[in-house]
């Protein structure tokens, strides 16, 4: 039978795992996305879209498609959906690798404030500018909403989901961003800080070389720490190396 190969999408990571794999003879290759994007490009292999239903469902579904390995390669902060995909790997006995992008680092002339939460931004937010450039994700946005003094221009792919701070600019749009359109917008907005996630990639790092460029504040939300003992490599190159034993 066909090695079964479990990738939990919804990254660049993710459909570039996922094309090498259906590219290989003999393999069968299954990306499942949370379904938060309403128009998902095109994937390799096999598709579906929505939950499992926690980590007992995740366990169930493993074990019916005899699946024999599982890639997390979800967003860095996607924190519950990689919890329950350690959890349902262990209980299922399949075995399981986090696909994760390096994170972002300050060099010479950045000036960053990292944070522990998006709630913990928002505390350190008035004390840095009035008029921010959010790109925390359309998801996080009700830790902003009782900031009434602060303008927000808000950059997301999809219409974010309310509550939203009162003063705020919505922008939609997809990576990837020059340095110099980046620049462009902050200037454009009167940008006097940025507020951002460490996602990592260069997809969306050019407002970090922007901000730096510009003298600006950065507030950076450190990732969520991986659960204890799990395998973690950083490209899908390493994801493949891993997996050489266990693929035709």
């Given at each position: 039978?066909?090695?079964?190969?479990?990738?939990?999408?919804?990254?660049?990571?993710?459909?570039?795992?996922?094309?090498?794999?259906?590219?290989?003879?003999?393999?069968?290759?299954?990306?499942?996305?949370?379904?938060?994007?309403?128009?998902?490009?095109?994937?390799?292999?096999?598709?579906?879209?929505?939950?499992?239903?926690?980590?007992?469902?995740?366990?169930?579904?493993?074990?019916?498609?005899?699946?024999?390995?599982?890639?997390?390669?979800?967003?860095?902060?996607?924190?519950?959906?990689?919890?329950?995909?350690?959890?349902?790997a262990a209980a299922s006995g399949v075995p399981a690798v986090v696909l994760r992008r390096p994170g972002w680092r300050p060099g010479p002339g950045d000036h960053w404030h990292l944070v522990p939460s998006l709630a913990a931004a928002?505390?350190?937010?008035?004390?840095?500018?009035?008029?921010?450039?959010?790109?925390?994700?359309?998801?996080?946005?009700?830790?902003?909403?009782?900031?009434?003094?602060?303008?927000?221009?808000?950059?997301?792919?999809?219409?974010?989901?309310?509550?939203?701070?009162?003063?705020?600019?919505?922008?939609?749009?997809?990576?990837?961003?020059?340095?110099?359109?980046?620049?462009?917008?902050?200037?454009?907005?009167?940008?006097?800080?940025?507020?951002?996630?460490?996602?990592?990639?260069?997809?969306?790092?050019?407002?970090?070389?922007?901000?730096?460029?510009?003298?600006?504040?950065?507030?950076?939300?450190?990732?969520?720490?991986?659960?204890?003992?799990?395998?973690?490599?950083?490209?899908?190159?390493?994801?493949?190396?891993?997996?050489?034993?266990?693929?035709?």
């Amino acid at each position: 039978m066909s090695p079964h190969v479990l990738i939990l999408g919804g990254t660049a990571e993710a459909r570039e795992l996922a094309a090498a794999l259906a590219a290989r003879p003999g393999v069968h290759v299954t990306t499942s996305l949370a379904g938060r994007v309403s128009r998902p490009g095109a994937l390799a292999g096999d598709v579906r879209v929505g939950g499992f239903g926690g980590v007992r469902g995740l366990a169930d579904w493993l074990r019916e498609q005899r699946v024999d390995v599982l890639v997390d390669a979800t967003h860095p902060f996607a924190a519950g959906i990689t919890a329950n995909a350690v959890q349902a790997a262990a209980a299922s006995g399949v075995p399981a690798v986090v696909l994760r992008r390096p994170g972002w680092r300050p060099g010479p002339g950045d000036h960053w404030h990292l944070v522990p939460s998006l709630a913990a931004a928002a505390d350190l937010l008035p004390h840095l500018g009035s008029r921010a450039f959010l790109t925390t994700g359309r998801l996080g946005l009700a830790s902003f909403a009782h900031l009434t003094d602060q303008h927000f221009v808000v950059r997301s792919v999809e219409p974010p989901e309310p509550p939203l701070p009162p003063h705020t600019e919505v922008l939609l749009a997809r990576g990837p961003f020059t340095v110099t359109d980046e620049t462009a917008l902050l200037r454009e907005h009167l940008i006097d800080v940025l507020v951002t996630k460490d996602s990592g990639g260069s997809a969306t790092a050019a407002k970090l070389t922007a901000a730096r460029q510009l003298g600006l504040p950065v507030v950076m939300v450190e990732r969520p720490v991986l659960p204890d003992g799990v395998s973690v490599v950083p490209d899908v190159a390493g994801v493949l190396t891993l997996l050489e034993g266990q693929l035709p």
